[in-house]
């Protein structure tokens, strides 16, 4: 589909999107091509890996078939416009993100972050009752 021509028509943006069959993106990508469908490069083009137990080759995209994972998490987003903003994503055991980084170690878009549940989180929660209008106060159970 193209999107978007420019002031001289001569380039345009071509958009390409593919899901599997959860409707899950495997692949959102947009080229800047010229008339006759020559494409001139990525704009954005990102493939995504949710650990299917099926094996995904579609170009630009490939990724392994794994026994592990299938959930609806996101393990890697592979970034085909540039390579050093790819990223990839690991899980705790309740499917809570836990680590999230790039997959280049060094340069100005290498980054990494650590998450973890907070010592002091609440075992339960408070519903919320409105004791007048304006005003919410929790309330205790029972």
Do not use: K
């Not at 001139?40 to 299917?52: E, N, R």
């Not at 299938?70 to 903003?85: I, W």
């Amino acid at each position: 589909m193209a999107n978007g021509y420019t002031n001289t028509t001569t380039y345009y943006i071509e958009t390409g999107n593919l899901y599997n069959d959860r409707l899950q993106p495997i692949l959102i990508q947009a080229t800047l091509a010229t008339g006759g469908d020559n494409a001139v490069g990525y704009v954005l083009s990102l493939c995504y890996d949710f650990h299917l137990h099926v094996a995904v080759s579609t170009i630009p995209c490939s990724f392994d078939a794994y026994t592990t994972g299938d959930n609806g998490n996101v393990f890697q987003v592979l970034n085909n416009a540039d390579s050093t903003r790819s990223t990839a994503y690991i899980y705790d055991p309740l499917n809570r993100i836990a680590q999230a980084y790039t997959e280049t170690t060094s340069g100005a878009n290498c980054w990494g972050e650590t998450y973890s549940p907070m010592a002091t989180a609440p075992v339960c929660f408070l519903p919320l009752r409105a004791s007048t209008p304006g005003e919410i106060s929790p309330t205790a159970p029972g």
